[in-house]
């Protein structure tokens, strides 16, 4: 049986390709995107939300009490990007093991984490791949990488790219593995307006 430990949404994004709107709030379906991804990660043992706008969410912790331990929480080191969201969140993780997963992805399901999961290994990272196109932030982490990250931060390099060392790093081919169209779908982003358009019409 499959455990889901801590999931950490990645919600300090504004997306420049959409007018600078704050990503969890944009809508699927008459639903904000961070209430979505509440609702599918809801069986975490715990769920924190990185965020640098800590008072959208003031009335989070009620509205979804029946949640264990959600936490909302702010950026230990602002201003460098994802990097920076991914290692505090791993900081203030109770678990060994996260599940990274940034706002704007709507699609995200309990099977496609579960395959990733399974395919983990003992490796710090699990990244998915579709492609040549890595997707970091719908991955699998572990507690270890936080001293990697700590160094990259250091020397300033943060692209996430520093922190896939091969040694740590499972490369999960999404697009050959599976082939299950809504397991592949779990991990799209929406970043433009077009996008967005798309996924909330007939079309999609």
């Known amino acids: 049986m499959i455990e889901y430990k801590t999931a950490i949404i990645l919600a300090g994004g504004k997306g420049s390709r959409l ?5 969890a709030f944009l809508k699927y379906n008459g639903e904000f995107f961070i209430d979505i991804l509440l609702e599918k990660l809801k069986e975490f043992k715990e769920i924190i939300i990185v965020t640098n706008s800590p008072e959208k969410y003031s009335d989070y912790e009620k509205k979804y009490k029946y949640i264990n331990n ?23 993780s109770k678990y060994n093991e996260s599940f990274i997963v940034s706002c704007d992805t709507p699609f995200v399901n309990k099977e496609f984490i579960k395959y990733v999961k399974e395919l983990k290994g003992d490796y710090f ?49 999404v697009n050959e593995i599976f082939k299950n169209d809504n397991i592949i779908k779990g991990f ?3 970043n433009t307006q077009e996008e967005l358009e798309k996924i909330n019409s007939k079309e999609e």
Not at 19 to 23: A, E, V
Not at 83 to 91: K, R, V
Request: net charge positive; charged share 30%; aromatic share 10%.
């Open 19 to 23: 007018g600078y709107i704050d990503k």
């Open 70 to 92: 959600l936490k909302i929480i702010t950026d230990k080191v602002k201003g460098i990007g994802p990097i920076g969201g991914i290692y505090t969140g791993l900081l203030n």
């Open 125 to 173: 990272i699990a990244l998915p791949v579709y492609g040549e196109k890595k997707e970091p932030l719908c991955a699998l982490y572990k507690k270890n990488i936080i001293e990697i990250i700590e160094k990259r931060i250091g020397e300033k390099k943060y692209k996430i790219d520093s922190i896939f060392l091969n040694e740590y790093t499972r490369h999960i081919k």
């Open 188 to 190: 799209y982003n929406i």
